[in-house]
């Protein structure tokens, strides 16, 4: 148990269609970052939010975004959804990024399906 | 251009034997440095983490080794046991609050009976 729930778990929508996923961190959490894992990779940094304003963005165009809200929870948006965004997205949370003293938490992850 | 690299995708063990997990990076402002473990159907779970500052950091059955030189780090898992096989993620960042973490492609542990 991880303290930080993602949902919808499962979902399909088909291409061109926008979809958002949901984040619920840690009380006191201030960072969130989202990534997305297809199949056979590592997790891909999409972005990092801190205190509600965005600080880090990986190589994801702009039809990617997200927000941050003041009660820790967060929101991926994907618009004009594409085949090749067919991926688990994991959100990720801490108090802040990076350190010694950090820990990051994550999510069981959304699994979206394009069709 | 990959910044961290784990060239075995996957690695069978015996049971009761030693695991060694292999990540190389390549962005010499990398100073922390992770190991994630994934279960399928699940989100990575943290396992172990070492600063740059040291070359060994153990946690029960767990210890990773850093080498700096080389640009090299491996997870060591002893005893592995049948609930160890899992994929593991070597992940790296400079330690600043603005930097993310850069995770490799995982390597499949498989613990035989």
């Known amino acids: 148990e991880t303290g930080v729930t993602q949902s919808p778990t499962h979902l399909i929508k088909t291409r061109g269609q926008q979809v958002t996923l949901r984040c619920s961190s840690q009380?006191?959490?201030?960072?969130v970052s989202w990534y997305q894992q297809a199949l056979g990779q590592g997790p891909q940094f999409i972005f990092q939010y801190y205190r509600e304003e965005e600080n880090g963005r990986g190589n994801f165009p702009p039809r990617f975004s997200g927000l941050q809200f003041p009660n820790y929870s967060s929101e991926l948006n994907v618009n004009a959804l594409e085949l090749d965004d067919s991926a688990l997205y994991l959100c990720?949370?801490?108090?802040?990024?990076?350190?010694?003293?950090?820990?990051?938490?994550f999510g069981e992850g959304s699994w979206l399906t394009v069709v | 251009d990959q910044q961290v690299k784990q060239n075995s995708p996957s690695l069978s063990v015996q049971e009761g034997r030693i695991s060694i997990l292999n990540c190389d990076y390549t962005n010499s402002m990398f100073d922390y440095f992770l190991w994630y473990k994934k279960y399928p159907a699940e989100g990575p779970t943290f396992l172990i983490s070492i600063s740059s500052i040291k070359d060994k950091n153990e946690d029960g059955r767990f210890t990773v080794f850093l080498n700096k030189s080389a640009k090299h780090l491996s997870l060591h898992i002893v005893p592995s046991q049948p609930g160890d096989s899992a994929v593991y993620f070597c992940a790296a960042s400079a330690g600043n609050r603005d930097d993310k973490i850069i995770f490799g492609k995982g390597t499949r542990l498989h613990i035989l009976p």
């Open positions: 990720a949370s801490s108090l802040s990024m990076g350190g010694d003293e950090d820990t990051i938490y």
């Open positions: 009380s006191g959490h201030n960072t």
